[in-house]
């Protein structure tokens, strides 16, 4: 079935630091999405990607969709306490309107 | 507008009970999903609502689960005979129309099952 595979699992990083996670998959998607997940609160979507090597930015957040529509990372730069939480990776694969996501990146942040 | 409602946010119940979550979809959003979060996993995915079609129930894990969308909008998923396993947070999603648009989500019900 649609698997994606989303690393590292946790981060533990010092303020100021830049973080990156990524995902991916075996399978081709037409569609990635980023999404933050804070404790007691449902997903919120931080960037959407729809063509193979889009980059696109958010503040500090940067997001690929990989060339071969296998894969996506995305960028923090310069952390501060409030990007701690999960997030998660997630795609529509092919004709399917079903979101798949992967299992998260947990981000903690040390002041 | 107002973006996803959820109720309620807290659920116990008792093995064995029926639950009922309910979901108020983003207005002018036509597309109603469900997702299960079981503690510090991922989201799985339950059952997707586009428009007049028939919904993809792909997701559901028994026949025990169930799910309604009236009238184009509010949504509920109905759990029978609740068991233990059951315990998770169930969050529902909306969004428009166009295909492969982002979901929208709610904060979630929390179900625990005694």
């Known amino acids: 079935g649609q698997q994606l595979n989303q690393s590292p699992q946790s981060m533990f990083i010092q303020e100021g630091e830049d973080v990156s996670m990524n995902c991916t998959s075996s399978?081709?998607?037409?569609?990635w999405l980023w999404y933050k997940q804070d404790p007691g609160e449902g997903p919120v979507l931080l960037i959407a990607?729809?063509?193979?090597?889009e980059l696109t930015s958010n503040g500090r957040l940067t997001a690929q969709f990989g060339i071969t529509r296998k894969d996506s990372f995305l960028n923090i730069s310069a952390s501060i306490p409030s990007d701690v939480g999960i997030y998660f990776c997630?795609?529509?694969?092919?004709?399917?309107?079903?979101?798949?996501f992967g299992k998260g990146t947990k981000l903690t942040v040390n002041p | 507008g107002a973006g996803v409602s959820q109720s309620p946010s807290n659920k116990v119940t008792e093995k064995g009970k029926d639950v009922e979550l309910r979901c108020d979809p983003i207005?002018?959003?036509?597309?109603l999903y469900w997702y299960r979060q079981s503690l510090g996993q991922g989201l799985e995915f339950l059952i997707y609502?586009?428009?007049?079609?028939?919904?993809?129930k792909s997701g559901l894990p028994s026949d025990r689960f169930s799910a309604e969308r009236t009238g184009g909008s509010v949504s509920t998923l109905t759990i029978q005979r609740t068991q233990q396993e059951d315990s998770a947070v169930y969050l529902c999603?909306?969004?428009?129309?166009?295909?492969?648009?982002?979901?929208?989500f709610g904060n979630g019900t929390r179900l625990t099952v005694t």
């Open positions: 399978s081709i998607f037409n569609t």
């Open positions: 609502f586009q428009g007049n079609s028939a919904p993809d």
């Open positions: 997630a795609g529509f694969q092919g004709g399917s309107e079903k979101l798949v």
């Open positions: 999603a909306s969004s428009r129309t166009k295909r492969m648009s982002p979901l929208h």
């Open positions: 207005s002018g959003h036509t597309a």
């Open positions: 990607l729809y063509k193979a090597g």
